[in-house]
């Protein structure tokens, strides 16, 4: 049994506000090619995509990076994706998120599944911590990521690392 399964990942969450999250599966990657290809530069550079060109090296460059992901969807209609890496299994994990779609940004999407995703962790037991990673010149990222309860543990010359822990 994979993983994600084992430790209650569900194939969908409900973010509130017409946000649904679905587990990026065999199923969708061809949804989630399609986000990345009509992604600006900025946002593809930052997830580290940007040299992909094919749906095999996404697909491949994917698998390899994220224990397990969701697409974020905005009514029906794919806007982002968050995917967790490092997991450990009922400890910790990073989580990255994207919002692809320019006018879904600064509409508190990333902030409702940020919350989502921390009460479903926390109720289910999936880790008792989140990380996430920060370019240090993402001023804009970094003051997302405080304003949802995250706090700067490390630093290094060109990253942040952040943490939110469940009481």
Request: charged letters at 20%.
């Amino acid at each position: 049994m994979p993983a994600f399964k084992a430790w209650k990942i569900p194939k969908r969450l409900d973010a509130g506000n017409d946000i649904k999250l679905d587990l990026l599966t065999i199923t969708r990657w061809r949804v989630f090619y399609s986000l990345l290809k009509n992604s600006d530069t900025s946002v593809l550079n930052k997830l580290g995509f940007a040299r992909c060109g094919s749906i095999l090296q996404i697909l491949l460059l994917s698998i390899r990076l994220f224990s397990w992901a969701y697409i974020i969807k905005q009514g029906q209609i794919p806007i982002g994706i968050v995917g967790a890496y490092q997991w450990q299994p009922g400890v910790h994990l990073f989580l990255t998120l994207a919002i692809f779609n320019k006018a879904s940004r600064n509409r508190g999407v990333g902030s409702s599944v940020v919350k989502a995703l921390a009460q479903h962790f926390k109720k289910s037991g999936v880790c008792r911590r989140m990380f996430v990673e920060v370019k240090r010149d993402n001023k804009e990222g970094l003051l997302f990521w405080k304003k949802n309860g995250f706090c700067l543990v490390s630093e290094t010359c060109s990253t942040l690392i952040l943490i939110k822990e469940f009481k």
